[in-house]
């Protein structure tokens, strides 16, 4: 299974932004996926998650109201739409995908299998 994360840039405060995880694998639809994200000289933090199909999706509360993930098992991909983005939200985003969770372990890195390579996106103010 791969992963690959694309959408980062340069944004204002305010702006919006959306980034996509293009995942490769014959079985999309056996994985659930989780944005994460890392700035520098802090660890990697949950930010969303959606379930295989979507019937389980949670955010942070940083970002709660603001980003909305989905998923398209057609297309094996998952987005991160991102608005009223704030100076805070500056760092490297991760995608990862996973097969099992229990209970809200997703939240957590080493619940994943596989991670993308990052996506760099910067807020400023």
């Known amino acids: 299974v791969q992963l690959q994360a694309s959408g980062g840039g340069l944004v204002q405060a305010g702006e919006s932004l959306t980034l996509s995880c293009a995942v490769s694998?014959?079985?999309?639809?056996?994985?659930?996926v989780g944005w994460f994200r890392q700035a520098p000289g802090k660890e990697r933090e949950f930010v969303s998650y959606?379930?295989?199909?979507?019937?389980?999706?949670d955010y942070s509360d940083s970002v709660k109201g603001r980003f909305t993930i989905s998923r398209d098992n057609a297309k094996n991909t998952v987005s991160l739409q991102m608005s009223n983005l704030k100076p805070e939200d500056t760092a490297v985003y991760y995608c990862?995908?996973?097969?099992?969770?229990?209970?809200?372990?997703?939240?957590?890195?080493?619940?994943?299998?596989?991670w993308g390579q990052g996506t760099l996106v910067t807020v400023s103010s």
């Open positions: 990862a995908a996973g097969k099992y969770f229990t209970g809200t372990y997703y939240k957590i890195t080493g619940g994943y299998d596989f």
């Open positions: 694998t014959r079985r999309f639809s056996d994985y659930a």
């Open positions: 959606v379930s295989w199909t979507a019937s389980l999706i």
